[in-house]
């Protein structure tokens, strides 16, 4: 199981959002670089950054991903999402050097682009992050609520190639309640690798993940709260 320590951008600093509403916005870091090279020294193998200007519409951070790939993208994997929505924002943040971008509103404003990005770029690039509100896929930014179930939308990307699945509660994110792992392990069980996103609050959070069989877990506003140290995590998985 990896650990993703995250990086949400929004306006050139590192921030966190209270279930996904962008009004509810607590800064933590004006230095999303520096805040990487933090997650380094204490021994990321990854990190999880979401550009959230991009994925509101409101403009893009591609310049600081740019700058963190190149302080420490030669010492971590770097895994990128929000708002990329067209062929072209794809190839631009893949260029950069990332590991792998995550593909969420794209999956249901156009679903042709998931199949063609993993053919093009592969599997272990693409990943599809389905955000959820009550079951339901959420997209542009956690704005719009669709009727699709995330089972459903899941079936069919795996049939699309896709292997990673970024699965967030968005009413558990950024709350420190605790995974929805019940939503989580039905993706796995349907042949997807699955991410746990929103409400990591305790190391228990993580053993939890862990004991679930995931594939992964991105922690964030748990980590920048101190409620536990990445290194303490990280021992976790």
Known sequence: MDLYPAIDL??????????????????????????????????ARW??????????????????VR???ERVGSRLQIQVGGGLRTPDAVRAVLELGVARVVLGTAVVSDPGLVGSAVALRGPERIAVGLDTRA?????????????????????????????????????RDGMLSGPDLDGATALQALGASVIASGGVGALADIRAVRQAGLA???????????????????RCV
């Open 10 to 43: 929004r306006a050139g600093r590192v921030v966190r959002l209270a279930q996904g509403e962008s009004h509810r916005e607590t800064r933590y870091h004006d230095d999303p670089v520096a805040q990487a090279e933090l997650f380094v020294a204490a021994g």
């Open 47 to 64: 990190v999880h950054v979401v550009d959230l200007d991009r994925a509101f519409g409101e403009g893009d951070n591609l310049a600081i």
């Open 67 to 69: 700058a963190i790939v």
């Open 135 to 171: 079951g339901k896929v959420a997209i542009r930014g956690w704005v719009d609520v669709t009727d699709l179930d995330a089972t459903d939308v899941c079936r069919r990307v795996l049939t699309e190639g896709v292997r990673t699945i970024i699965y967030t509660d968005v009413g």
């Open 216 to 234: 992964g877990v991105i922690v964030g506003r748990a980590l920048y709260e101190r409620k536990f140290s990445l290194e303490d995590a990280l």
